[in-house]
T-cell receptor, first 114, second 106 residues
């Protein structure tokens, strides 16, 4: 069964450093998403991406965040200058369409900022 | 953007009893309403979903009802078992509710 894969599974970084979280969506999916989940809290929408551009973003997704599809398979989330409060689980997801079909989630990347 | 409200935040039930979680949404254009189960340290897993052209859907012990006029939908778990203990999230327009921690007491 196809699945969304994320790397790394755990990333530890120093405050102020840049991190790139990587995702490989399911191959025939057209919509890609990043979510954030701070430990014990809700799953928060960050951004959706379609046709090589951002289609929606939340108020959390400020200038320190960016997304990119650098090639035909990878989808990345970059955090430019990490803060302690960026520590969270980051989930990538993909779907066939914008809002009417299941979004499949990767296993997540646990980001720890120290 | 879409706002999804979910209640209750915690729910404790006796094994064998039923559990009901309710969600409301704001975007009238939403047509797809999934429910996810998340176990500790794992990704959200889809357990059931419903589209706006139906009012109810059932899969074994799990059912979901949708009232599109009132913009609310509910998850019903019958004959609860200890393995149903988890956090459950509703979603609409790719936005998640705040989650319900369900504890099934043996």
């Amino acid at each position: 069964e196809p699945e969304v894969t994320q790397t790394p599974s755990h990333q530890v970084t120093q405050m102020g450093q840049e991190v790139i979280l990587r995702c490989v969506p399911i191959s025939n999916h057209l919509y890609f998403y990043w979510y954030r989940q701070i430990l014990g809290q809700k799953v928060e929408f960050l951004v959706s991406f379609y046709n090589n551009e951002i289609s929606e973003k939340s108020e959390i997704f400020d200038d320190q965040f960016s997304v990119e599809r650098p090639d035909g398979s990878n989808f990345t989330l970059k955090i430019r200058s990490t803060k302690l409060e960026d520590s969270a689980m980051y989930f990538c997801a993909s779907s066939e369409d914008r809002r009417n079909t299941e979004a499949f989630f990767g296993q997540g990347t646990r980001l720890t900022v120290v | 953007g879409e706002n999804v409200e979910q209640h209750p935040s915690t729910l404790s039930v006796q094994e064998g009893d039923s559990a009901v979680i309710k969600c409301t949404y704001s975007d009238s254009a939403s047509n797809y309403f999934p429910w996810y189960k998340q176990e500790l340290g794992k990704r959200p897993q889809l357990i059931i979903d419903i589209r706006s052209n139906v009012g109810e859907k059932k899969d074994q012990r799990i059912a979901v009802t949708l009232n599109k006029t009132a913009k609310h939908f509910s998850l019903h778990i019958t004959e609860t078992q200890p393995e149903d203990s988890a956090v459950y999230f509703c979603a609409a327009h790719r936005r998640f509710g705040a989650g319900t921690t369900v504890t099934v007491r043996a």
